[in-house]
């Protein structure tokens, strides 16, 4: 998992946003619920950071 940073999660990087949506597919309500408060986010966050890395895979990314 993402290791909580000092820093509020909104201001964390791609790299660390893009790790949590695999670590949590899958948890349950509950467990995602406790990842979410040890990494010190809220479930709508992690919602929205798991919707934007499968958004990302729908549009190229580089056309010729």
Known sequence: ???ASEKD??????TDTVTVAPETTGLKAGELS??????GLSPEQ???WRQAS???NEKPV???
């Open 54 to 56: 499968l958004n990302a």
């Open 34 to 39: 406790a990842n979410c408060r040890e990494q």
């Open 46 to 48: 992690e919602d929205r």
């Open 62 to 64: 580089f056309t010729m």
């Open 1 to 3: 998992m993402v290791q």
């Open 9 to 14: 999660p909104e201001g964390w990087g791609a």
